[in-house]
């Protein structure tokens, strides 16, 4: 596999949120998920369409963080004859995925950083919009690595610095000093690491706008998608509705009725 060099010095500022609190907050979220994913599933089609560019067809398939299963699903659908694996930290996003799937997609609990699996399994493995939640992502991507086979593909999506900027900017100006919005990595820095561990890798990004009816829209779209801001950091209490009218009258004004958020998405495709 080679040598990993220590990662991007970025890669370890954060202050995690613990793993079982994250899978709790998904968890309970599973119900509503599939119902605002729209970003979600932008980023899942684009990593389909390159994958049916590319003629793949994967005999096995690992969905890594896979949630209710929606892309296990269109993998599945996509590649009939493969065995399709569906991975997640949270045990109510399994839940949700097995009652909503056929019995052909085998499912599992686990951690995307030690994963359960021998060496040289999947041809393909599939991680939309994971990654980004993992307190150690270059063991994620060395744990694709050590499960492909020779010849095998792997996508993965995340999310980098300057997502939910707009949001950021106006939760400065109402709660100066204490943050609500994630942080993700900066471009360089997951170039960096891409490099590291998966030598020849290609890194795509784009920054996407989704419209949103108003700053509470926004908020309460991330409640129920489970991603609210999940830093160690955040505040214990609920925040109260006088910062939350301040936020939302600092957020940046659009051309258009209601809000605008951007999202900064970052592909990695890469052949073993």
Partial sequence: MGVIRTPPES????????????????????????????????MGDAMLASLARKNAAPQTILDL??????????????????????????PGMIEKARSASPDSIQWLTADAESLPFSSDTYD???SNLM????????????????????????????????T????????????????????????????RLSDDVLPGSEVVTETIRLPYDSPM??????????AGFKGGERRKSITGPKRLKAMCSAYPKSDMDGCMASYVAGWIYWSY
């Fill in 11 to 42: 890669l370890g500022r954060r202050e995690p949120a613990a793993k079982s609190d994250i899978a709790r907050e998904f968890g309970r979220a599973s119900k509503t998920y599939e119902q605002v994913s729209r970003l979600q599933r932008q």
């Fill in 65 to 90: 963080g896979c949630g209710t299963g929606w892309f296990t699903r269109k993998l599945q659908a996509l590649f009939p004859e493969a065995s399709v694996v569906g991975v997640d930290l949270s």
């Fill in 124 to 126: 393909l493995i599939f």
């Fill in 131 to 162: 990654i980004q939640w993992c307190q150690h992502p270059q063991g994620v991507l060395s744990q694709c690595r050590r499960l492909l086979k020779p010849g095998g593909r792997l996508a993965v999506s995340t999310l980098l610095d300057g």
């Fill in 164 to 191: 939910l900027r707009e949001l950021k900017q106006a939760w400065s100006v109402a709660d100066p000093g204490q943050p609500h919005v994630n942080r993700f990595e900066q471009r360089e820095a997951w170039r």
């Fill in 217 to 226: 829209a926004l908020n309460r779209e991330l409640k129920l998608l489970g």
